[in-house]
């Protein structure tokens, strides 16, 4: 891959708050393209957010060890600290967060609050970054942008909301937009439209675009590529197109088969579920996390981590039984 904006090597999260060591992520590889959309899926406590987080370097220091390397637009993101760290947020990689009236400042206007992020980024007027602040509520389309720029978080809808959050976002036009659950608290219809957008503002504006989502349907709609985690590792990955279709992780085939669009239920019918619970993160097993839920599982399984498979060019699966799961 030419010149990616980000680059993820053999990634280790963990913390250290507790009575045991959590290892959240344990080993991540990712790239990502300039001006590719990269969604990662999988149960919650699969270490999708934490990635998304060590990116951005928003977890407590003093709490979180991290190894290996993460590198946004040739910069080595683990090596940054004070002044350098605070002008990597917000200009070369920003979020958008998944409860934007949380992220929002409460006390201060929106419009106030992008003006106050593109100042602090860049050397321009305020009436300048008031202008540009207008122009990004018309480009994520929020009526009436003017009277919309002075008002506070809690006047505006949820959807509203979050079209604010993807301006505050793009205000110094980084290279990386990170976008954590963004539509979770949104009614269906709201959530298309802020799929849409998102998706044509990464086409438009040449965006690299990681996006977690615990709904397939979502990734499907805004991703090129899909990466799949389970217990802070990924997976599987490969085109959305591929994974859809011929997925060969036993973890990926049970996410899609649980889907309730994935078979017609007929009356009476009931869904498919994955059985058991995901491991606990303080003491993970030898072998594949996912062997005690697998039904493919072999005594082979539990006594090896399983090493990646290349099925293809652009298509890896880290599992013993990829023989067993081509359909």
């Given at each position: 891959?030419?010149?990616?904006?980000?680059?993820?090597?053999?990634?280790?999260?963990?913390?250290?708050?507790?009575?045991?060591?959590v290892r959240a992520v344990g080993g991540v590889d990712l790239t990502l393209a300039r001006g590719e959309a990269l969604a990662l899926i999988g149960e919650s406590g699969s270490g999708k957010s934490v990635t998304l987080r060590s990116i951005l370097r928003l977890h407590p220091?003093?709490?979180?060890?991290?190894?290996?390397?993460?590198?946004?637009?040739?910069?080595?993101?683990?090596?940054?600290?004070?002044?350098?760290?605070?002008?990597?947020?917000?200009?070369?990689?920003?979020?958008?967060?998944?409860?934007?009236?949380?992220?929002?400042?409460?006390?201060?206007?929106?419009?106030?609050?992008?003006?106050?992020?593109?100042?602090?980024?860049?050397?321009?007027?305020?009436?300048?970054?008031?202008?540009?602040?207008?122009?990004?509520?018309?480009?994520?389309?929020?009526?009436?942008?003017?009277?919309?720029?002075?008002?506070?978080?809690?006047?505006?809808?949820?959807?509203?909301?979050?079209?604010?959050?993807?301006?505050?976002?793009?205000?110094?036009?980084?290279?990386?937009?990170?976008?954590?659950?963004?539509?979770?608290?949104?009614?269906?219809?709201?959530?298309?439209?802020?799929?849409?957008?998102?998706?044509?503002?990464?086409?438009?504006?040449?965006?690299g675009i990681v996006f977690v989502t615990h709904d397939i349907g979502a990734a499907i709609e805004v991703a090129d590529r899909i990466a799949v985690m389970y217990a802070g590792r990924i997976v599987e990955q490969g085109p959305a197109r591929t994974l859809i279709h011929a997925?060969?992780?036993?973890?990926?085939?049970?996410?899609?088969?649980?889907?309730?669009?994935?078979?017609?239920?007929?009356?009476?019918?009931?869904?498919?579920?994955?059985?058991?619970?995901?491991?606990?993160?303080?003491?993970?097993?030898?072998?594949?996390?996912?062997?005690?839920?697998?039904?493919?599982?072999?005594?082979?399984?539990?006594?090896?981590?399983?090493?990646?498979?290349?099925?293809?060019?652009?298509?890896?699966?880290?599992?013993?039984?990829?023989?067993?799961?081509?359909?």
């Amino acid at each position: 891959m030419a010149d990616p904006v980000l680059t993820i090597a053999d990634l280790h999260v963990t913390f250290t708050g507790g009575r045991r060591p959590v290892r959240a992520v344990g080993g991540v590889d990712l790239t990502l393209a300039r001006g590719e959309a990269l969604a990662l899926i999988g149960e919650s406590g699969s270490g999708k957010s934490v990635t998304l987080r060590s990116i951005l370097r928003l977890h407590p220091a003093r709490r979180t060890t991290m190894t290996g390397r993460i590198e946004v637009a040739g910069q080595d993101v683990l090596a940054l600290g004070g002044a350098a760290l605070a002008q990597f947020r917000g200009k070369v990689a920003s979020m958008i967060f998944q409860e934007p009236l949380l992220a929002l400042d409460p006390v201060y206007p929106l419009g106030a609050q992008i003006v106050e992020t593109i100042r602090r980024h860049e050397a321009v007027s305020a009436a300048e970054a008031q202008a540009r602040a207008l122009h990004l509520f018309e480009r994520v389309r929020i009526p009436s942008p003017a009277r919309r720029l002075a008002a506070y978080p809690h006047e505006m809808s949820g959807g509203m909301r979050q079209r604010a959050m993807i301006a505050l976002a793009l205000a110094c036009r980084p290279q990386l937009l990170l976008a954590d659950e963004p539509t979770t608290a949104l009614d269906a219809t709201v959530q298309i439209q802020i799929l849409l957008l998102l998706r044509e503002l990464q086409r438009e504006l040449g965006l690299g675009i990681v996006f977690v989502t615990h709904d397939i349907g979502a990734a499907i709609e805004v991703a090129d590529r899909i990466a799949v985690m389970y217990a802070g590792r990924i997976v599987e990955q490969g085109p959305a197109r591929t994974l859809i279709h011929a997925p060969r992780h036993p973890y990926t085939q049970a996410l899609l088969a649980s889907r309730a669009d994935a078979h017609p239920l007929r009356a009476g019918g009931r869904l498919q579920t994955i059985g058991g619970s995901p491991p606990d993160l303080s003491a993970l097993p030898p072998g594949c996390a996912f062997a005690d839920r697998c039904r493919l599982a072999q005594p082979a399984c539990r006594e090896q981590a399983p090493a990646l498979v290349q099925l293809a060019a652009d298509h890896q699966a880290r599992c013993l039984r990829t023989d067993a799961t081509a359909r």
